[in-house]
């Protein structure tokens, strides 16, 4: 096996900047592709990401977490760092057929007050962890894993899913997927998530009343250029 390592293998960030907890609940009051709507599109997690069970949902501060795939080295090492409302985020380079956490790993995070914990890679022990009451998502759910050797990483910028992640970006998922918020750019990606909501809600109002969907969308212009 190479010895080699790459620059960030080895590092452990403990501390960072947490986006407020109020920031974070009012972002958590919109569906996850409330969100994707108003940034864009990006920021959405590859759709194999998906929780544990449906009714699960997410929403915190992004912890993250480099490992190689099959090695829970630096999973292990993150509990004794995590703080409460985090949101874990596991760098496993989407294997979906070796693991890097089950249910006692699980366990441990919860017991530090995670809000949950999203794999780019597999999990197993999945019924116990649904037992815990923990919400997690992952690629896949497989049991086979290789150990606790290493390399890793805590708290260094990862990719889940193919969208890149930084300590302190908000995590927010539901049974649509998972998408994760620049920190940076939070309070203006709320203010739209706010609008499409708003404008959401008008437009049904509006056909209650009585106007049909064309009218409502506003699609005859649209449809016009197909129909010459």
Known sequence: MTTEKHAVHGCERTEFDRPPRELIERLARHETAKVADSMGGYGVMHHEIKPLTPEMKI???????????????????????????????????????????????????????????????????????????????????????????????INVPIQSGGVPISPGDIILGDRDGVIAVPKDDARRVLDLADEHLHGELDRVKEVESGKNVSEVFGLDEKIARWTK
Do not use: H, N
Not at 93 to 105: N, S
């Open 59 to 153: 929403a915190g501060p992004a912890f993250t977490v480099l490992t190689k795939p099959g090695d829970a080295l630096y999973v292990q090492r993150a509990i004794d760092f995590v703080q409460p409302g985090d949101v874990v985020v596991i760098d496993a380079a989407g294997f979906k057929d070796v693991c890097v956490i089950g249910e006692r790993l699980a366990y441990f995070f919860q017991r530090r007050g995670v809000a949950g914990i999203v794999v780019d890679g597999a999990v197993r022990d999945s019924q116990g962890i649904v037992d815990l009451g923990l919400p997690v998502f992952s690629r896949s759910v497989c049991i086979k894993i290789f150990g606790s050797t290493g390399p890793g990483a």
